[in-house]
């Protein structure tokens, strides 16, 4: 009963400062030779612009759980000093009246409004519920724009399964691209065994996404390019994915979401890839086809076992011909690197920000298979071909020129009719390979994820030291069950990864 009252009075003073512990107030102050000062009164880019737009007004949430309780004051402080002198961070976004731009303005930042302290009971029930919950709510609603647009909520007080406190932020997604925002944030860390030093991200060896090396490659590059701006095309105007468990209705993107993690070995997914010598990528893509098909077939199989007594859970419920894709992002820029945020936030200029993101629309097989290298093999047949196109760089170029003839207002119109139309957005951005620790808040894992799309489903996944995490946003009105496909996900790898295994096993012998 604890647990129901304290959830209705954070919903009552979401966005308010009843029920927020009073901290000492930080004051921070600029003048006109502030170096952030710079940036006024410049214009909102394009692809910022967009994430206004009704349909794409998206929010980034990146969940971070602590070793131990968390010292507000301490990391006030310090976010003073760092992400606070990031221009985009202490910046309104004002519209103007006459031309309906919107621009960025610099303003003095009151750190208290940002960083946000409910109190808690520390005997409440069931603590990872409540901090469940309370993030759920956060998806309920958005950021005034009187002030720039983020926020952190730390949950002290609170002990949860793998946490003794949990910090989260929330961005508005005109602030920057995931890739942008995890790199930023990781600019706020040290390592934990060394902390003069910064984390580092995994090298990825095939970063590059576009290898030519003849003339046939070229010609594949020019023909994979034109069947995806044909299907691109089609989805803009009449292409919808099949209407699965998973497809959320109209107006999915104003209803609150649900976030859930799941947590797996990195040294299992390692395994499989090590095991048919494919990329990580292909493993995680293929797990994701995988437990996809699962969570389908559970959920065929509730609705066809009505009034039926059928209780065979191996049957295939899965209908034939099921369209399913995913949008998912990739990110445009040669590089991102830590070191350079840690002296953009230093010096208070902006360097190479913003959102610079392309995405394709990745289709997948949903099936039961026999074999659940399958699901692996025709994850790396699909990707391979996104590998050697132009679809991001074509899905960014529509993007554009659609704006520059026709407006804001139709390329937000194009975006959202694109996305809704598939099933889900997937994202997967690397995390440090170090334990970090967050001003001297030693972090036990690390989760974004996002709000706000017109999709009822997203998965995230990101690296963290020795695990790799599937992070679900998921609309509770078609997903009632997010944790279920998180456990259809972690079964699908270790099904894979023991076939695998035997596979290799037989080879050897």
């Known amino acids: 009963m604890k647990q129901s009252i304290s959830l209705s009075k954070y919903r009552k003073s979401m966005g308010s400062s009843e029920g927020l512990k009073s901290l000492k107030h930080i004051n921070t102050t600029t003048t006109k030779d502030d170096p952030r000062f710079k940036e006024e009164d410049q ?21 971070m759980g602590c070793k131990t309780k968390i010292n507000p004051d301490v990391i006030k402080q310090n976010l003073v ?24 303005v610099p303003t003095n930042v009151n750190i208290d409004n940002h960083v946000i302290v409910p109190e808690i009971d520390p005997n409440i029930e069931s603590a990872d ?48 691209d995931g890739m942008s ?73 104003n209803r609150p979401r649900r976030f859930v993690r799941k947590s797996v070995s990195l040294a299992d997914v390692k ?44 049957k295939d419920f899965i209908p034939k011909g099921v369209r399913l894709r995913a949008t998912f992002f990739f990110n445009l820029r040669a590089t991102t690197r830590i070191d350079t945020l840690v002296e953009s936030m230093k010096s208070g200029t902006l360097g190479r920000w913003g959102n610079q993101i392309g995405y394709v629309l990745l289709p997948f097989a949903i099936g039961l298979k026999r074999n659940p ?45 694109v996305f809704f139309n598939t099933t889900l957005w997937f994202s997967n951005v690397p995390g440090p390979e170090q334990e970090v620790t967050f001003y001297g808040q030693d972090i036990t894992y690390i989760a974004p994820s996002c709000y706000g799309q017109p999709n009822a489903l997203m998965i995230h996944i990101v690296s ?39 596979k290799e096993s037989t080879k050897d012998k």
């Not at 706020?188 to 996404?209: G, I, V, W």
């Not at 089609?234 to 209705?249: A, N, V």
């Not at 994850?379 to 760089?393: H, N, T, Y």
Request: proline residues 4%; hydrophobic residues 40%.
């Open 81 to 104: 000093h760092s992400l606070v002198r990031h221009p985009r961070f202490s910046s309104l976004q004002v519209t103007d009246k006459e031309t309906g731009n919107i621009k960025w």
């Open 43 to 63: 214009p909102l880019s394009p692809m910022a612009r967009l994430f206004h737009e009704p349909g794409s007004n998206v929010y980034i949430v990146s969940m």
């Open 181 to 253: 925002l995890m790199t930023l944030l990781l600019a706020c860390t040290r390592q934990a065994a060394d902390t003069d030093a910064l984390p580092t991200l995994p090298m990825n060896k095939d970063s590059a996404y576009i290898k030519v090396t003849s003339v046939w490659s070229v010609l594949v590059m020019l023909w994979n390019s034109f069947v995806a701006m044909m299907m691109f095309v089609c989805t803009g105007l009449f292409l919808k994915d099949t209407e699965t468990p998973l497809k959320g209705s109209a107006g999915v993107e």
């Open 373 to 417: 290298l399958d699901y692996v093999k025709e994850a790396k047949a699909v990707i391979d071909k996104k590998k050697v196109s132009l679809e991001p760089l074509f899905a960014y170029f529509v993007a554009s020129l659609v704006l520059k003839l026709f407006g804001i207002k139709a390329v937000g119109k194009l975006n959202h009719k």
């Open 271 to 314: 395994a499989v890839k090590n095991a048919m010598n494919v990329t990580l990528n292909d493993v995680v893509l293929g797990v994701t086809q995988a437990g996809l098909s699962r969570y389908l077939n559970y959920r065929y199989g509730e609705i066809n076992r009505i009034g039926r007594g059928d209780h065979h859970d191996k």
């Open 464 to 502: 963290y030291m020795d695990k790799l995490t599937f992070v679900i946003s998921a609309d509770e009105e078609t997903i009632p069950d997010p944790h279920r496909l998180g456990d259809d996900l972690v079964e699908s790898l270790q099904l894979i990864k023991a076939s695998a295994l035997a």
């Open 129 to 176: 519920k409540f901090v469940e919950d309370y993030i759920s709510n956060l998806s309920r609603s958005s950021i005034d724009r009187s002030q720039p647009l983020w926020d952190l909520h730390l949950l002290n007080n609170i002990k949860t399964t793998d946490a003794e406190g949990t910090g989260v932020f929330r961005f508005h997604h005109s602030l920057g």
